[in-house]
């Protein structure tokens, strides 16, 4: 038998002794420091089906055409502590709030879109992997919504529902520091270990009165929207102060202006030169009540604060806002004035990240003794940082496919269908789809109002110059304010302002020493007290050191060496 790169050290053993070779632990003495490590996963994401038939209320006119549904979907339980052993079903429930505008098969009064608000509620099991003890967070989010007219009191919805979990195993690690009476060399190298100091939940009540449109009498709310945006987050002392806004966007009905002179002289010449059959106040009627419908958009600001126990310094945080119990109602102020109001409870999730930086031994010997060790591989993550931006999108959205010329924009809204985010040379970039909804009413008075659905594409990259590779992004993207305007009856011109808040973290994967032993008798090999060893291209002074069971410091001091770093054939001279 040959040896490319030198005869091995248990080659020079021969097989009788090797056998007779005993490992003893070192149950006393070995001293050890405890951490605690906390190993963050994201689940696959999981996907749910669900199929409703909803019926067109008894109060409400036949149903001729949809124009849009939204929805919103909330978990009933968003986290999950201490995981049973064993247990790989997680039981999800919740509900589905769908908001529904439609076009009737026959006008009646003054309103020509109705709105039907339907709550579904939903349960099922999911089955992924999990571990012991550990605390899954659940997030919800409607991916999809597709519908069809059955006839006009039936109408069906199926809403695909993503669900995604975040799992965070906590873990307590024992950390090998060396042996009593012993002197082990060691090698040591310094990592940087995240881990959750803090999971907590905090509500904030919210009551903000929004004005009305000027000469506007609001009647009922057909639609609202409401949305949450993080502005900015602060960690000062024993408090986390959070300001954001909350962003309604709203479509309601207000009561008919009085008929003009003007008004009804042109109502009385539609009547003698039109049909017959069509009175002329219909006509006027029809024309009213789509000006009788306006969108108003506000938005509200909050600031809170949320106690935590003052200690060490933390390295960032993460939240994240549950706006289920927000709410806009139609009520009256102090001075009997009709006022839209803002009212509930916002729930906020507070996530408050460590780093701590931690020597561990990596390698180990003893100069007189044969000194054995296992290692155990561990996984954690390292918060990196938080990064914010924003970018406008800006496109001139075509309607030559509707077959209709707009004559006014009666109300816009926009949902987040995509993202997706990458490193690109010390920035994040982020990209996805928002889809853009309208309803306009049309110049042709027989077509009434139409809806317009356009997907544009967005870009939004932050600078975060401490990126290397191989980082794990978590981004949360927010349509800030979004308006439409009308350019001519078959292009509309829409803005929006897209804000993306990123958290970064790298993979931290580092080994720990376990089951430190001594070998005796030992493997009989006779080091020599003084040696010129030639270095190899792959050689360290390290593995040098302990190769002869001398020190770094000893082979540094007799070479005079400055630094660690050899070279392929360098000499050094080794004295044990």
Known sequence: MTYEKGIPDYAMVPAKEMEERVIVPITKGAI?????????????????????????????????????????????????????????????SGEIELQTLYL????????????????????????????AGATMVLDCSIEKIEYMVINERKYRVKVILAIMAREYTDAKVDLFEGLVDEDIQVLKETVEISNVALRKKDTLSIKEDILPKEDSHPESILKQDINVVENYKQISGDKVVINGFVYVNLLYFSSASPVTPLQAAASDDTHAE???????????????????????????????????????????????????????????????????????????YLELYKNMEKEIIVDGYHRQKDFVCDFEEKSSRTLIGTSSGESSVREIISLENTGCDADRIIYTTAEVLSCESHCEQGKIVTEGVILVKMICSCEQEERGVFAVREEIPYRVVTAMPQLTGGEI???????????????????????????????????????????????????????????????????????????????TASVREVNELETDDLSEGQKLLIIK
């Open 473 to 551: 992004i978590t981004q949360k993207v927010y349509i800030k304010d979004l308006w439409a305007e009308k350019i001519n009856g078959k292009q509309i011109e829409f803005n929006a302002t897209i804000m993306v808040c990123a958290e970064i973290m790298r993979p931290t994967p580092f080994k720990v020493l376990t089951n430190p032993a001594f070998e005796e008798p030992g493997c009989g090999c006779q080091v020599p007290p003084m040696v010129v060893y030639i270095c190899r291209k792959t050689d360290t002074l390290w593995q040098i050191a302990k190769r002869f069971k001398t020190t």
């Open 32 to 92: 050890y420091s405890p951490v605690q490590v906390t190993n963050i996963t994201e689940k696959p994401k999981t996907t749910i089906t669900l199929e409703e038939d909803i019926l067109v209320p008894d109060t409400k006119p036949d149903l001729r055409e949809i124009l849009m549904i939204d929805g919103k979907s909330h978990l009933a339980v968003k986290e999950i502590d201490a995981v049973v052993k064993g247990d790989d079903y997680i039981n999800l």
């Open 104 to 131: 009737p098969e026959k006008q009646e009064g003054n309103l020509p879109v109705i709105s039907v608000q339907t709550r579904v509620p939903f349960k099922d099991q999911w089955h992924t992997s999990m571990s």
């Open 274 to 348: 039109g049909d017959p059959g069509k009175t002329g106040s219909s006509v006027l009627g029809d024309s009213c009540s789509i000006d009788s419908i306006h969108q108003l958009q506000e938005r509200v600001e909050f600031t809170q604060f949320i106690p935590i126990q003052q200690g060490e310094r933390q390295s960032g945080c993460n939240i994240c806002f549950d706006d289920s119990q927000l709410r806009v109602k139609l009520t009256q102020d102090e001075d009997g004035a009709d006022v839209f109001r803002l009212e509930g409870e916002l729930l906020t």
